[in-house]
Structure formats: structure tokens, C-alpha cells
């Protein structure tokens, strides 16, 4: 209590970032010993020097809630912070510089933590064992949830067993294998060990790339359908470690940087998909766990005529009546909501009053008048210090006192709103109003448990609860419509009281909103169910004629949010998990799947990344419990997730998701994915991953080299003008590559010589000879082998089916044609370009020039006679070679032996048109070899050959082209004419 004529005390606080900035920089400069009472000198006098250069901001409960530190009084200093002792000076340097380098307090590793709650009524649990045992199937949850710590149930005086029904324990923890998400990115200290995410472009997506990864290894670590619910946690616990994880790095972003504004926006984002893990945990637990539930008429039976008190009363609602028990659940996963934001800086309030003593200031000043002191304040305030003075007596406190009861309010408020009745409680007690502590006290319902037997030895219980609690919330209703109250305070007291009209006015965002509207709706259900089943010895007050006003459903609800006067709230109705929360709650399964699916099917606004993947996991855990109808939508959000899988790049996690559709469309994406795959390690990885996932390989690479060979392939055709060689571009390296994903199972040889084919009829017909030549190599030899070995391993004979003899013969046919335009190639070579140059002697020259001549001239001829000579085997192995693809054997060149059950129209026709290009163009080329080697007869022979009908090749031959085929005879049949023989070859007699 403060001391006559004695200046009430104070905690002076300014700022955090500057004291942190202070404390940071002493312990860099300080060459010496850590002396934590020379470093409090130093800070409080740059404290002092900063108060007097200007004045600072008020704190408010936004800042305080967003985590911002009080500001320093200009009226008052704190003597007894001056005064602390060494112990407390290091932990609260400590402490600081904890908070300067993100590593949790010792205040908050130790902070009080209270259960998760049914705030205004909570119901038993059921009997352990029982088909629908709620509270043994709720367990802790994970991470920073709120945890139950001893005697914390029992503070408040709540009956036995009250709090293990509720959202605290309603998703269990099961930790993932091996390290966490944040030991595994090691950010233990982002400061010193983690730089690098600071400076990506984009630290929030760089930072929050693993929950891919770490979502799958969830998933595979809980495989079975009894392990859903372990499995919504993890999800929850990954999220949990992300959102500690950027919360870090913003805290060490420099203001104005862009790339920090998508930081946040992951943020928020990951923040959402934690709240919703866990909403979807709880409620769906408690759903299925109901649908076990036995008949509940022999319950309610049970229990007639039996004396039961408020408490038996609500549990026994609560047992039975499954929409007010999910929608306490809401309650309680909003009040964690809250309670996660609120735990880090609700004691910030308290730095502005070092004594349990209420409205300080006023009592300093009202001594001091006493005394006959001047008090320096000419205002009037209050005469007397009772609670109701300022009421009744219409007379202000003193400015400090007003802003702390303001300030005392707005946390009150926010505890209350967190489910913290109990640290509100607490609070108002330090701050010296005890008395308010206390009218938060009888909302408890009333039990008597010694009604029904005495304990051990005939002891007696204490009776719990409010006997009179209908009195009580008629006065909490009338306190919360008093217009001289202020606005948290008058919340306060709605919230207790199930008045919704004086409560919205404190409620700011979207869950603000859904927990003031659900708080009123159970609290209006229990209220019924009291006054029809009560048994008390009197009748209970009735409530204010107000409180029955407006009866609300809980599709009501959410239409009065979409309604919401206030635009925010409205906005955020609207917001992606907004809308998957609100379904969820209804139960509405299907218009969950019909929004999801829309939102991957616009191309204006397509989702996040992170919003498919949760979207993903979510129509997953919806298969897993029985809950999915619209099968087509589900498969569409999954392929949504598998195309940002591959367009993120995560090459490790596409099978398994594959696996989810159905088979067709496994084989349609694992093709897709494999199409952008170039490394041949990585391709070999990748089908290895396939075949553990159980996908279809042989169809899958089938299907790969089917769509990268038809890529931006037009139609079929061929162009006889284009020159004799094309060259290859990196598009026809691409289809090159792409037969490797056929060769590396022996079992698919036979059909990589089909893809093969197809790929090198493709570039015959472009006259792309090289590009055609190296498709070929990539079949291995021995592969005609290797496909008889298979076949006869699977049936026994050796009669391969239609399809791979066709495909064989169609291969034996290409190498013939390239072995025969490679020795062409060769031929040229040699007849142009390596024929010897006949030495020259000038005029003049001199006898020893003479010598030296004849000897180069010696040279030459036999230079001449060697080239001949390999000319000669030349000539004779192409035109060889060329024969081969014009008398190719059973049929022709490019002509099936066999023909199948259902013909390939399109093959047919491409095979057509190679040997209208390709049949023409070698008996040119066969014309120019022999005719260049003076084999003039054999050229005529030729035209015997076309012409014969045994193997049809003049039909190939276009007009022109035999046209120009008889001109290139003409030449013949005059040389030989030149060499007095007839037009035929025949000498003449």
C-alpha cells in the first residue's frame, strides 16, 4: 500500500527495442566481467535521456496484444526497479537478450499455462471404457497448445473430472520419427546458424519448403485408418514448428523489405492450417466416437427421478446432446486460438504497478488532501475508494489510474476471451482489485457431492459452485448494459452473462465474432436445460426479458457473420480456411469438396501451394474416416496438389501422392512428371520410387515417350524438296532422350523398339539421317534377343505376336536404310573429296624440279591406284547396301509380313509415305554411284528393277520422278554409246 506523501510506485518501461539495443550493445563493448548492476545504470540513464528528448506513445491493448512493450510515464520514475537485486538484474538481462536472439524466456518456458476449458460449463467425462468415450480418445495437443498443469483444475474450484472432455486433449501428441521440422532446418538460433534464409528472396517459402516433406513421412508413418486422429496431429505439430519457425525470422526482418511481406503471408497462412488441423481433430473425434454410441433413451431413463445438481445436470447435456457438446468444442479450439496469441504478453501489463494496490495514484492523491498536502491535481476525483465510487458519486479517478483500469480491462477482457478465468482472476488480485476478482467468480455450477454418499470415514466434502448463480448472471446481465462501465467491461460481464448485444462491440476479428455467437447459443442451451430439469428446492430468478430474444442455430451464425455490420469481419468470412472452418463445423462435408475444387479450378486466382497441400491431405483424411461422397472433386484437388508437386519440383513426393487417383490417371501424371526428368540418375531414382509406390511402370514410360515424341508434332508428311541431310535440334534431342526411359527394364524392350521406330520414322521423314541414327543406338544390341527370350519365358514359344514381329521387322528395315545413306555418305566422302591431286610442273622448271616432279608423279599414280581400289569396295558396299533396302526381303522395304487384329491406321500411312520418300531417293542415289564408277550397264539394270513387278517399286515413284529417274538413263545409255556400245550395254558386233 503506498505511503503517506510518498509518490505512488512505478515501473518504468519505455520501449522494448530500444532497452534491447541498450543491453545488446553493452554486452558487445564491455571488455570486462559481466556487471549486470553497471549495465541497469547505463540502460536506465539512456532511458532517462530518451523520456526527456520527447514524449511516447500510450500503450494500448492492439500494441500490447501484437507484442509491444509499455511505454515509460513522464510523471513518474520507478525507485524500486533502481533497487532490484543482482539475481533479478541478470534474469532480466537474461531475459531480454533472450528476446533479442528468439530464444524462448525462462518466464515463458515456465509461464502458467491454464487448461484448455469449457469457460462457462463444462461436462463430465464419459465412463472410461464406454463406446463413446470422448475424454480417453482426446488427448494433449501438440506443441504450444494449452497445457493442463497440476492443481490447475482445481484453483477455481471446478468439479473432479471437468476439463478432460475438451479441446485440450482432443488432438493426442505423437511425435514424428527422428528430428523435429525446426531441428531438421537447425534453427535453434536463426541469428548464427540459419543467416542464409535471410537471405533468400523469399525466406517464408524457402523456410517452409520441407512441410512438404515432412508431411508425407507423417503419412507414412501413420498408415492405417485407427491412426487418423495420431496423424491430424503431427499435422498440427509440423505447422506448430513452422509458425515458431517464421515468427523468428520476421522478428529479425528489417522493416520495408518487400520479400517479408510474402514472409508473412506463409505466415498467416500456416498459422490457419494449425487452427484448422486442430478444429478437425476435435470434431470429427467427437462425431465418430458419437456415431458409437449406444441407445441414449436407457441414459436419459437412467436418470429420472434421481436428485441431480446443475453440475450432473449440464454434464448429463453434454453427454447426450451431441450439437451443444461439438459446439462447446468450437468454443474451447477459439479460446486456445486466443490463448495462443495472449500468453507471450499479457503480463506487460503489470509492469506499471509494483504493489497489489488498486487506483494508486487516487489514494496517493486522497492522502495527501488528508494530510493537508498539495497534491498537484486540481481536477476532482473520487472521495472515497470503494469499488461503486466512481458510479455513484460520478467523479473520474486519477488520469494513471484510468489508464491502468483501462488497461486492467482490456486484459481481463482478453483472458476471458482466451478462456483464462482464472489468470483474469489472478490478475485483478495483483492489481489490488480483489473484489473484482471475485464477481468472476459465480458462474461456477453448483454441486453438493456429499448429496449422494460421504467420503471415506463419513468425511465432508466441500460443496462447489454457486448456489444462487441464476442471481449472480442477472447481475453480471444488468452490470454489462450499465453506459458508465467501460467497453471491456461491459464484455466482460456479457460474455458471463450470455448477453450477445453488449459483447460484439469488443470483438474484432472473424473469431471473435464466431465465439461470441457460439458462447451466447450454449450458454442460452444450458440455461433451458436447467430450468427444465432442475431439482433444486427453489424456483430459479427468471432471466432478463433481452436474454431470450434471438435463439440461434448454427447455420444462423455463420449468416449473421456473413452479414456482419462490421466489414472486416465480413472480408474475413470470406478467406479460404475461413470458409473450410465454417463447413467443417456444419458438418458439411460435400460444399467443403464443391468450394475446394473451385478455387483449383480458377486460372485467375489459383490457390497457395500450401492451401492445395492442406487441401490435399484434407480430402485424404476425409477417404481415411468414410466421409468422402464426391469421389470426381476429391481426385481433381488431388491432381491439383500433384501438379504443384511438380511444379515445385519435389521429386521425392510425387509417386506417393500418384497413388491416390485412380489408375489412369496415376499413369497420365507419373508420365507427365517423368517428361520433365532429364538426368539419367534421377530417371532410374524415379522409377525406383514408382515401383515401391505400385504404379504401372511399363505403362507409365510407354506413356512418357508417347507424348514427348508427339509434342507440337503436327501431321505426318514428307518433303521431297528439303535437302538430302536436315539437322538436329534440341526439340529432337529431347525425343532422343526420351527412349532411355524404355530401356532401363529388359522386360520393355519390345516396346522400346516400337517408340523407337516411331521416333525414327518421324525424322526419315525430315530427312534428319543423324538424329535417326542416334534413336537407333539407343536401342541395345541383342535386343531382337532379348524380346524373343522374353516372350518365350512368359507363353513358352518362340512365335512372338504380331505386334513385336512387326516392330522387328520395321527395325531390321531402318538400319538397312541408314547403313545404306551412311555408306553413301561414306562414298561421297571419298569419291569428292579424297581423290589425289595430279601434280603440276611449271614451265621452266629446272632439272632438278624435273626429278623432284617425276617422283611426286610416281607418287600420284600409285596414290590414284590405291584410291581406286577403295573406291571400288566402296562403290560395292553401298550399292550393296542400297539394294538391300530395294530388295528387301519378304514384301519390301517398310511393308509388314504380318498384318495385325487391329491395324495402327496411323503407322500404316507413315510407313506409306517413307517409301514413296525413301525408296525414290535410294535408286537416285544407287543411279549416282554407279554411273560416277562408269557402271553404265548396271545403271540400266536399275530401271529393269523399277520396273519389275515382283517388287512394285515403280509404284512409289511419283510422275517427276520418273520423269526424272528415265533423263538420268538417257545419260547412261549415251555414255555408253560414247563407249561404242548399243543404248543397253550390249557391245555392238
Known amino acids: 500500500m503506498a505511503v503517506r506523501g510518498r509518490p505512488p510506485l512505478r515501473s518504468s518501461m519505455e520501449t522494448g527495442d530500444n532497452t534491447i539495443k541498450d543491453i545488446w550493445q553493452y554486452s558487445h563493448n564491455a571488455g570486462q566481467e559481466f556487471d549486470p548492476d553497471g549495465m541497469n545504470q547505463v540502460v536506465d540513464w539512456k532511458r532517462t535521456v530518451r523520456k526527456e528528448t520527447g514524449p511516447h506513445d500510450r500503450f494500448s491493448l492492439g500494441s500490447s496484444l501484437m507484442g509491444e512493450s509499455p511505454v515509460v510515464r513522464d510523471e513518474v520514475q520507478s525507485r524500486t526497479f533502481k533497487r532490484k537485486s543482482t539475481n533479478f538484474s541478470i534474469?532480466?538481462?537474461?531475459?531480454?537478450?533472450?528476446?533479442?536472439?528468439?530464444?524462448?524466456?525462462?518466464?515463458?518456458?515456465?509461464?502458467?499455462?491454464?487448461?484448455?476449458?469449457?469457460?462457462?460449463?463444462?461436462?463430465?467425462?464419459?465412463?472410461?471404457?464406454?463406446?463413446?468415450?470422448?475424454?480417453?480418445?482426446?488427448?494433449?495437443?501438440?506443441?504450444?497448445?494449452?497445457?493442463?498443469?497440476?492443481?490447475?483444475?482445481?484453483?477455481?474450484?471446478?468439479?473432479?473430472?471437468?476439463?478432460?472432455?475438451?479441446?485440450?486433449?482432443?488432438?493426442?501428441?505423437?511425435?514424428?520419427?527422428?528430428?523435429?521440422?525446426?531441428?531438421?532446418?537447425?534453427?535453434?538460433?536463426?541469428?548464427?546458424?540459419?543467416?542464409?534464409?535471410?537471405?533468400?528472396?523469399?525466406?517464408?517459402?524457402?523456410?517452409?519448403?520441407?512441410?512438404?516433406?515432412?508431411?508425407?513421412?507423417?503419412?507414412?508413418?501413420?498408415?492405417?485408418?485407427?491412426?487418423?486422429?495420431?496423424?491430424?496431429?503431427?499435422?498440427?505439430?509440423?505447422?506448430?514448428?513452422?509458425?515458431?519457425?517464421?515468427?523468428?525470422?520476421?522478428?529479425?526482418?528489417?522493416?520495408?523489405?518487400?520479400?517479408?511481406?510474402?514472409?508473412?503471408?506463409?505466415?498467416?497462412?500456416?498459422?490457419?492450417?494449425?487452427?484448422?488441423?486442430?478444429?478437425?481433430?476435435?470434431?470429427?473425434?467427437?462425431?465418430?466416437?458419437?456415431?458409437?454410441?449406444?441407445?441414449?433413451?436407457?441414459?436419459?431413463?437412467?436418470?429420472?427421478?434421481?436428485?441431480?445438481?446443475?453440475?450432473?445436470?449440464?454434464?448429463?447435456?453434454?453427454?447426450?446432446?451431441?450439437?451443444?457438446?461439438?459446439?462447446?468444442?468450437?468454443?474451447?479450439?477459439?479460446?486456445?486460438?486466443?490463448?495462443?496469441?495472449?500468453?507471450?504478453?499479457?503480463?506487460?501489463?503489470?509492469?506499471?504497478?509494483?504493489?497489489?494496490?488498486?487506483?494508486?495514484?487516487?489514494?496517493?492523491?486522497?492522502?495527501?488532501?488528508?494530510?493537508?498536502?498539495?497534491?498537484?491535481?486540481?481536477?476532482?476525483?473520487?472521495?472515497?475508494?470503494?469499488?461503486?465510487?466512481?458510479?455513484?458519486?460520478?467523479?473520474?479517478?486519477?488520469?494513471?489510474?484510468?489508464?491502468?483500469?483501462v488497461r486492467l480491462l482490456k486484459y481481463m477482457f482478453a483472458y476471458v476471451r482466451a478462456g483464462q478465468l482464472d489468470e483474469a482472476q489472478r490478475l485483478c488480485a495483483k492489481c489490488g482489485q480483489a473484489w473484482r476478482a471475485a464477481t468472476l467468480e459465480g458462474w461456477r455450477l453448483h454441486h453438493d457431492p456429499n448429496y449422494d454418499n460421504l467420503g471415506p470415514g463419513g468425511e465432508v466434502a466441500p460443496i462447489e459452485g454457486n448456489p444462487y448463480r441464476d442471481v449472480w448472471k442477472t447481475v453480471c446481465w444488468r452490470m454489462a448494459q450499465e453506459e458508465h462501465f467501460q467497453l471491456y467491461e461491459r464484455a466482460t460481464y456479457a460474455a458471463l452473462s450470455g448477453n450477445l448485444r453488449e459483447l460484439l462491440p469488443a470483438c474484432e476479428t472473424w473469431e471473435d465474432y464466431l465465439w461470441a455467437y457460439m458462447k451466447i447459443m450454449v450458454d442460452m442451451r444450458v440455461e433451458q436445460e436447467l430450468r427444465v430439469s432442475s431439482t433444486a428446492d427453489r424456483a430459479l430468478s427468471e432471466l432478463p426479458a433481452g436474454y431470450w430474444d434471438r435463439v440461434f442455430t448454427t447455420e444462423a451464425v455463420f449468416q449473421e457473420l456473413q452479414a456482419s455490420a462490421n466489414e472486416s469481419v465480413q472480408a474475413e468470412a470470406k478467406e479460404h480456411f475461413h470458409l473450410i472452418q465454417k463447413y467443417l463445423i456444419l458438418g458439411d462435408v460435400d460444399v467443403v469438396v464443391d468450394e475446394m475444387y473451385e478455387w483449383t479450378k480458377n486460372a485467375n486466382s489459383r490457390p497457395p501451394h500450401h492451401l492445395v497441400r492442406f487441401m490435399a491431405h484434407l480430402v485424404l483424411f476425409l477417404r481415411t474416416i468414410g466421409r468422402c461422397t464426391k469421389d470426381e472433386l476429391c481426385v481433381a484437388i488431388l491432381e491439383a496438389y500433384v501438379h504443384d508437386l511438380i511444379e515445385e519440383k519435389h521429386t521425392h513426393l510425387v509417386a506417393t501422392y500418384v497413388v491416390a487417383l485412380p489408375q489412369d490417371l496415376q499413369v497420365e501424371w507419373y508420365a507427365r512428371f517423368l517428361e520433365g526428368i532429364h538426368d539419367r540418375e534421377a530417371r532410374q531414382g524415379c522409377l525406383e520410387l514408382a515401383e515401391q509406390a505400385g504404379l504401372d511402370i511399363p505403362r507409365i514410360t510407354k506413356l512418357v515417350v508417347e507424348n514427348i515424341r508427339t509434342k507440337d508434332a503436327g501431321e505426318f508428311s514428307i518433303d521431297t524438296d528439303a535437302a538430302l541431310e536436315a539437322a538436329t535440334s534440341e526439340e529432337d534431342r529431347y525425343k532422343i532422350e526420351a527412349i532411355d526411359w524404355l530401356v532401363f527394364d529388359p522386360s520393355q524392350r519390345g516396346e522400346a523398339m516400337r517408340q523407337a521406330n516411331a521416333v525414327m520414322r518421324t525424322f526419315l521423314a525430315m530427312k534428319k539421317h543423324s538424329a535417326a541414327r542416334e534413336v537407333f543406338n539407343k536401342i541395345p544390341p541383342g535386343s531382337i534377343d532379348v524380346i524373343y527370350k522374353n516372350w518365350q519365358m512368359q507363353t513358352g514359344t518362340s512365335a512372338l505376336p504380331v505386334e513385336d514381329d512387326n516392330a522387328i521387322r520395321e527395325y531390321l528395315c531402318i538400319q538397312a536404310y541408314l547403313d545404306a545413306h551412311d555408306s553413301f555418305n561414306d562414298w561421297f566422302e571419298h569419291y569428292h573429296n579424297s581423290k589425289p591431286t595430279k601434280p603440276a610442273l611449271h614451265q621452266g622448271a629446272s632439272f632438278t624440279e624435273k626429278i623432284a616432279f617425276e617422283h611426286r608423279e610416281r607418287q600420284y599414280e600409285t596414290e590414284v591406284g590405291r584410291w581406286n581400289h577403295t573406291l571400288m569396295l566402296q562403290t560395292k558396299t553401298t550399292v550393296d547396301r542400297i539394294y538391300n533396302v530395294l530388295l528387301f526381303v519378304d514384301g519390301g522395304w517398310m511393308v509388314d509380313q504380318r498384318e495385325e487384329s487391329q491395324t495402327d491406321e496411323s503407322r500404316s500411312h507413315q510407313m506409306a509415305l517413307l517409301r514413296q520418300l525413301c525408296l525414290p531417293t535410294m535408286c537416285f542415289l544407287l543411279h549416282t554411284v554407279l554411273h560416277k564408277t562408269t557402271q553404265y550397264k548396271e545403271c540400266l539394270q536399275l530401271a529393269d528393277i523399277i520396273a519389275s513387278d515382283q517388287h512394285g517399286l515403280y509404284r512409289v515413284f511419283r510422275k517427276d520422278e520418273l520423269q526424272k529417274l528415265l533423263q538420268l538413263m538417257r545419260d547412261s545409255s549415251i555414255a555408253l554409246l560414247d563407249k561404242n556400245m548399243d543404248p543397253l550395254g550390249y557391245d555392238i558386233k
Open 91 to 405: 534474469q532480466k538481462s537474461i531475459q531480454l537478450l533472450d528476446e533479442a536472439v528468439g530464444t524462448p524466456t525462462p518466464l515463458l518456458r515456465s509461464a502458467k499455462k491454464t487448461p484448455l476449458k469449457h469457460s462457462t460449463y463444462m461436462p463430465r467425462p464419459f465412463p472410461s471404457g464406454s463406446k463413446f468415450d470422448v475424454s480417453s480418445t482426446l488427448g494433449a495437443t501438440p506443441g504450444r497448445s494449452m497445457m493442463v498443469s497440476p492443481g490447475s483444475m482445481t484453483n477455481l474450484s471446478m468439479p473432479s473430472g471437468f476439463g478432460e472432455n475438451t479441446l485440450n486433449s482432443s488432438v493426442p501428441f505423437t511425435p514424428l520419427r527422428g528430428p523435429s521440422a525446426l531441428e531438421a532446418l537447425g534453427v535453434g538460433d536463426v541469428t548464427t546458424t540459419n543467416v542464409a534464409l535471410l537471405l533468400e528472396e523469399d525466406p517464408g517459402l524457402t523456410a517452409s519448403s520441407g512441410l512438404y516433406g515432412d508431411f508425407l513421412q507423417a503419412l507414412k508413418a501413420h498408415p492405417s485408418e485407427h491412426q487418423v486422429f495420431d496423424l491430424v496431429a503431427s499435422y498440427t505439430t509440423l505447422c506448430t514448428d513452422q509458425v515458431t519457425l517464421l515468427k523468428k525470422l520476421l522478428n529479425r526482418a528489417t522493416p520495408g523489405q518487400n520479400k517479408f511481406s510474402k514472409t508473412l503471408g506463409v505466415l498467416n497462412l500456416l498459422d490457419q492450417e494449425k487452427n484448422t488441423w486442430t478444429l478437425l481433430g476435435s470434431l470429427y473425434k467427437d462425431r465418430l466416437e458419437t456415431e458409437l454410441k449406444g441407445d441414449e433413451e436407457a441414459m436419459m431413463v437412467d436418470q429420472l427421478g434421481k436428485h441431480q445438481s446443475e453440475k450432473q445436470i449440464i454434464s448429463s447435456l453434454y453427454d447426450r446432446d451431441e450439437t451443444t457438446r461439438q459446439c462447446q468444442l468450437v468454443i474451447d479450439w477459439l479460446e486456445r486460438i486466443a490463448a495462443e496469441e495472449l500468453e507471450n504478453y499479457y503480463d506487460k501489463v503489470e509492469f506499471f504497478s509494483d504493489q497489489s494496490v488498486a487506483w494508486e495514484n487516487t489514494l496517493h492523491t486522497l492522502q495527501n488532501r488528508s494530510a493537508g498536502m498539495p497534491s498537484g491535481l486540481e481536477r476532482p476525483v473520487v472521495t472515497e475508494m470503494d469499488p461503486d465510487a466512481p458510479i455513484r458519486q460520478r467523479r473520474p479517478l486519477a488520469d494513471l489510474d484510468r489508464e491502468d483500469e
